[in-house]
């Protein structure tokens, strides 16, 4: 019988142990904050402690007073007690700076994967004074967004992101602080959304032309439509042709007019297929698809969308278009 040794795992160092325990205890207390698009700061969530420039701020002061005590110097304590005067008077007006504040985040928009998802946040005052210096960030970034807020008047601040991949997300913990008006102090709350972004496959760069048209049931046509490059159902424009069927997105880009073939669109339908969108993987498919969906509205077709388990009609227009691609965003 052969016995097995191995060396143990060296323990981690205390940093690390610190540092591990600092973000289990972190992750508790964001987990027990409330998620609200909407927070007015109070005593309950507005923090405060000293900044750098207020620790040293405070050593001078203490070696001022020592040196005034040992020499017995009037003016000495004359600028050591105006100073902390300053810093405390200081320290109420950074507080009152963020507390009563209310931040809302308006209803973000749906994006493409790969671009950068903006965050709007409104800053109300309801206070008779203006408000200065407030920031707003992601929080553990240092790209903040800076505003001023007249009195009993709002500002708007934007703060951006880039979600990891196609889906809903959820929007990241964001965190609002002052430093007016010494910079002595820090005053700042953490803020956890409600709300959450959908982000929708990234269209393919160069995608293949649109696939060909598939035979309405009942109508008789063989399967195999020609792949031309453009769909079957518009042919170039003929005298006589009705206004409303000319594809105004193609003569706005191309300068050419082309009209829809009111006889193949009865016979024919534009089915975007995910079995049928060539050999990629799936996330390549649903961005083919994707490419697809904008090529078509962009040419004012009627198409519908086969994806695994679900399927949407064929239709058109910017309400087919924000279904088919939110259809894919949630594949």
């Keep these: 019988m052969t016995a097995t040794s191995g060396s143990a795992a060296p323990a981690p160092p205390w940093w690390a142990l610190r540092a591990r325990a600092h973000a289990r205890l972190r992750r508790w207390w964001h987990d027990r904050l409330p998620l609200s698009d909407t927070l007015t700061l109070t005593q309950r969530n507005v923090y405060i402690l000293p900044t750098r420039a207020g620790w040293m701020l405070a050593s001078t002061l203490g070696v ?64 008779r004074t203006p408000r200065h210096a407030l920031g707003v960030a992601l929080l553990d970034t240092d790209h903040w967004s800076w505003a001023d807020v007249p009195a009993q008047g709002e500002a708007a601040v934007q703060v951006a992101f880039k979600p990891a991949r196609r889906g809903l997300h959820a929007v990241p913990t964001l965190t609002a602080e002052t430093r007016f008006p010494l910079g002595t102090f820090r005053v700042w709350t953490v803020w956890r959304p409600a709300a959450q972004v959908l982000v929708y496959p990234a269209p393919e760069a160069l995608p293949p032309a649109l696939p060909p048209g598939e035979p309405r049931s009942g109508t008789g046509l063989a399967a195999g439509a020609r792949a031309s490059g453009e769909f079957d159902g518009v042919r170039g424009y003929q005298r006589g042709d009705p ?37 990629l993987d799936a996330e390549a498919r649903l961005s083919r698809l994707a490419a697809w969906v904008l090529l078509a509205d962009e040419q004012g077709l009627d198409y519908g969308l086969r994806l695994p388990g679900a399927e949407i009609k064929p239709s058109s227009g910017p309400a087919q278009r924000l279904r088919c691609l939110e259809a894919l965003a949630r594949a």
């Design 64 to 127: 001022l007073l020592i040196a005034s005590i040992n020499y017995q110097l009037n003016l000495g304590y004359l600028l050591t007690f105006l100073l902390a005067g300053s810093a405390a008077a200081g320290m109420v007006v950074c507080h009152n700076t963020l507390r009563g504040l209310t931040l809302h985040l308006l209803p973000p928009q749906p994006l493409f994967a790969g671009t950068l998802a903006v965050l709007h946040v409104k800053l109300v005052n309801t206070r």
């Design 243 to 279: 206004m409303k069927l000319i594809v105004w997105k193609k003569f706005a880009k191309s300068g050419e007019l082309v009209s829809r073939d009111t006889v193949h669109m009865q016979r024919q339908e534009l089915w975007l297929d995910f079995a049928r969108a060539g050999t």
